[in-house]
């Protein structure tokens, strides 16, 4: 760790104006960004005497290695820079806002051909509308159901719509009416859009509009007589005004407000926000956030607004009204910044009396029950994880706290189709975002140790390529750019990496190889420890911790040591191990089954010279099957997109061997019978006993 006092600004240097001020550890990277009206002496408040200062503040002064700011022309400027550059950055010790992907969304997603229906968690998508969140997820799944009969709307995955499409016969949904088909053309693409879109505008809270439509329908289907129509109509406006009426009435209707409240203690706080739309409650939402430093109210509620309004796609979302329990110190430029966003007036203020202020602290019992909850679940956890990273740094006599570990591990079964895998542990807890799977070919896959140093070698170059990358950042230019050939470590010798999802990562992602690890396991004794130490040191890197976990004795195998270190059965520090080797066995043998299962399967297309995956999806979309494709001639291939004359004839030849090839299988089974001429005798005039059995004619 650094010393602050040998990165400290001379206090002349600094100036007095606005601005933003970033740190920055060793590696270069950006680890905590913040504003200021008097840069100066904000900065000098970093630099006081460590003991008072928060425990987190105190932590990131001394993990930085330097500092550096930009001066700006107004308050409101350097709120708009310092959101820019934590949303680029993220930097490790900012307040940052993340939802919790537990809570389920009703969404429909409106950037497909035919939208569809749904209910999501998780990271939000681009062009998909999103209403909720709701809890339990059993009331979203009964709001669908309800809104179907009404709004028709697709909600089957893609699989199944492709297989009605070619199939011609819709799914259950469609026999039952609550879909509309589109998959069989029961309604056009235009007119399956529109409905989608009335589903979207009636769970936006225009429902009246929708109510109104369906009671003029039903009295005209009474004057006309038609009474079964008429009941069904009478039955969708009961079903939607069951949806509408779900939501309690708590404001007046003109009501369209978020109302944010606090629960906070010295190190951690918890946000809770109900979303008001026309007086009803249509969505809650809430965060649980470690405090960097010890800030104030007023700072929580700036951070909070910019981060959750600063990352909505659609900003037309943001209320005309907006509720905290504490104004920010420039409420003016945060107002100023979320009409920009909204591109209307937008009100910041705190409720005084009535009923917003009793909705409020409504909010406010729910955030002290969000905060005690999360205390309850992890206060048991944090005091072993704790013991058990203390006792580890202890045992291995390692200088610094074991903030981040990874753990290796290789899967194989008699050396095919092996695999490697990199989990990530920090402060005792999992990082999945920051797990990798790698696939291991050619050399590098002979054995688990060569295996295991690829993995390694790969895993770290990337680390170094990133510090590189990181060198101009203290130049003051900008490389947030990763090889387009490579993205985030996606390939290397031997293989390659991918993410949790399998997908290549880039942006922000394609930073999580940079982070190097307090400690470095590997799942194996002395020759994959030695395999590990071997690939670091091929790469100049000396100076990261190995230890091997065996699994036979659970011993631990520390490089160039003759006898392994064995701590004690009931050492918290051994169970902490243990469950990260047994996690990054999991994931390697998770990775290596898939990709065991994808090899282990085959189509009479593969091997077709000419016919690559992308051809193959064409053939067999168009036709449906391989059978549909064996059965078409070769004027019917060619209607497939992308299938000319010559690829056609060698699919078509390729799929009827049979029929390309007669005489050479005769000649097969002549020689099978002991009957076939020696192959240097064949000739265009074969000759046997004195005859041309071309011409007939009698040789002499």
């Not at 390692?398 to 570990?405: A, F, G, M, V």
Request: glycine share 8%.
């Amino acid at each position: 760790m650094a010393d602050p006092a040998s990165y400290r600004p001379r206090t002349g240097e600094v100036p007095t104006s606005p601005g933003v001020y970033r740190f920055r550890d060793p590696d270069g990277r950006v680890i905590y960004v913040g504003k200021a009206k008097n840069l100066r002496s904000r900065l000098a408040s970093y630099f006081q005497d460590p003991n008072g200062l928060h425990p987190k503040t105190r932590a990131m002064v001394f993990t930085a290695a330097s500092v550096e700011w930009t001066v700006v022309g107004s308050e409101l400027e350097a709120l708009q820079l310092e959101y820019t550059w934590i949303k680029q950055y993220t930097p490790r010790f900012n307040i940052m806002y993340r939802d919790d992907k537990s809570y389920p969304y009703l969404a429909v997603t409106m950037n497909e051909k035919y939208p569809r229906v749904q209910v999501m968690r998780g990271d939000k998508r681009k062009g998909v509308k999103y209403f909720g969140p709701f809890h339990p997820a059993k009331a979203i799944r009964e709001t669908v159901d309800l809104m179907l009969r009404v709004f028709p709307v697709r909600t089957c995955s893609s699989g199944v719509f492709r297989r009605a499409e070619l199939t011609g016969r819709p799914c259950l949904m469609g026999y039952i009416d609550k879909c509309a088909a589109p998959c069989v053309d029961r309604i056009s693409q235009a007119g399956h859009r529109q409905l989608a879109q009335d589903f979207c505008d009636f769970m936006a809270g225009d429902a009246q509009k929708y109510i109104r439509r369906l009671e003029a329908q039903m009295k005209e289907a009474v004057a006309d007589l038609r009474y079964e129509d008429a009941a069904r109509r009478r039955d969708d406006i009961a079903a939607l005004k069951r949806v509408f009426e779900r939501n309690a009435v708590v404001l007046s209707e003109s009501t369209e407000a978020d109302i944010f409240a606090f629960a906070d203690d010295e190190l951690e706080a918890a946000v809770q926000v109900f979303h008001v739309r026309d007086g009803r409650i249509r969505g809650q939402r809430g965060w649980v956030v470690e405090k960097v430093e010890d800030v104030s109210g007023a700072t929580m509620v700036e951070q909070l607004l910019e981060q959750v309004y600063g990352s909505l796609e659609d900003t037309s979302r943001i209320p005309r009204e907006v509720l905290v329990p504490e104004l920010p110190e420039n409420a003016d430029q945060v107002a100023a910044l979320l009409s920009g966003m909204r591109g209307a007036q937008v009100s910041l203020r705190v409720p005084q009396r009535g009923d917003k202020r009793s909705l409020m602290e409504t909010v406010k019992e729910n955030a002290v029950l969000a905060l005690r909850m999360h205390k309850t679940r992890r206060s048991g956890d944090l005091t072993t994880r704790s013991a058990a990273l203390r006792e580890l740094q202890d045992a291995l006599e390692l200088p610094e706290p074991l903030l981040r570990i990874e753990c290796y591990d290789i899967s194989h079964v008699s050396g095919t189709n092996v695999v490697g895998s990199m989990v990530v542990v920090e402060d005792g807890m999992p990082k999945k975002a920051d797990y990798r799977k790698f696939s291991v070919t050619g050399d590098a896959a002979r054995d688990d140790t060569a295996a295991m140093r690829n993995v390694l070698t790969r895993r770290f170059r990337h680390y170094l390529e990133d510090q590189e990358r990181s060198g101009t950042f203290a130049t003051g230019e900008i490389a947030l750019e990763t090889d387009p050939a490579d993205p985030a470590g996606q390939t290397g010798p031997g293989g390659a990496a991918e993410g949790p999802a399998g997908a290549p990562a880039d942006g922000p992602s394609s930073r999580r190889f940079a982070y190097p690890p307090s400690l470095v396991v590997v799942d194996g004794g002395p020759p994959q420890v030695a395999s590990a130490v071997q690939a670091l040191a091929d790469l100049g890197i000396t100076d990261l911790p190995v230890v091997g976990l065996a699994k036979r004795l659970e011993e631990l195998w520390l490089p160039g040591e003759e006898f392994p270190l064995v701590l004690p059965r009931a050492s918290q520090g051994l169970y902490m191990l243990q469950r990260i080797r047994d996690e990054s066995h999991r994931f390697a043998i998770t990775f290596h089954r898939e990709k065991r299962g994808k090899s282990m399967v085959s189509s009479a297309l593969d091997g077709i010279e000419g016919l690559g995956p992308a051809k193959q999806k064409v053939l067999l979309k168009h036709f449906g099957s391989v059978k549909r494709i064996r059965a078409a001639s070769v004027d019917q291939l060619q209607e497939a997109r992308g299938i000319g004359p010559a690829l056609a004839a060698t699919v078509h030849a390729a799929l009827h061997p049979e029929i390309s090839a007669p005489e050479s299988e005769s000649a097969e089974a002549a020689e099978a019978a002991g009957t076939a001429e020696p192959a240097e005798m064949a000739s265009a005039d074969r000759v046997t006993h004195g005859v041309n059995l071309t011409t007939g004619e009698i040789l002499e």
